[in-house]
């Protein structure tokens, strides 16, 4: 079996006492980060009025397409209405023109054609059908 040998403590490094050498490099190194940082905050200040720039660009854009979408709306409505206005003039004056030659076929005997003939007659139908022969140039003629 194995001997428990116990183990000598490790012993704890003294703290380490700063360096001239050190603290140099630190300093340029502080300095170096703070030029960094402050041209990176610079960029971002660069980079949020490039943003609102573009923000107010794209804002009076939207307003100005908005504005002739409105305008263009509008003038399409005024168009649409003098068209539906026109057809029921002209549905009118269509109208009133069909009541005429209804009119005036039913002054002059004829059925109104746009109705539709309701069983037209065929002249002499319901008169009696004569088979007699008939002459022609003093000549007796069958039928």
């Known amino acids: 079996m194995a001997t428990s040998d116990p183990t000598p403590p490790l012993p704890v490094p003294a ?3 700063p360096k001239k050498e050190n603290i140099t490099p630190i300093g340029s190194k502080i300095a170096e980060l703070n030029e960094s940082r402050t041209e990176l905050l610079g960029r971002i200040q660069g980079l949020k009025q490039d943003l609102q720039n573009w923000r107010s660009k794209l804002d009076t854009q939207v307003k100005i397409y908005r504005d002739e979408l409105t305008e263009l709306k509008k ?5 649409v209405e003098q068209l539906r206005t026109e057809f029921q003039e002209l549905r009118n004056t ?13 002054d002059l ?7 539709g003939a309701e069983d037209p007659k065929v002249e002499g139908e319901d008169e009696e059908v004569d088979n007699s022969p008939t002459k022609e140039n003093g ?3 069958e039928n």
């Open 15 to 17: 703290p380490l006492a």
């Open 75 to 79: 003038t399409l409505n005024v168009e």
């Open 94 to 106: 269509l109208h009133q023109q069909q009541e005429d030659v209804t009119a005036s076929l039913r």
């Open 109 to 115: 005997g004829l059925q109104d054609v746009s109705k």
């Open 139 to 141: 000549k007796e003629v």
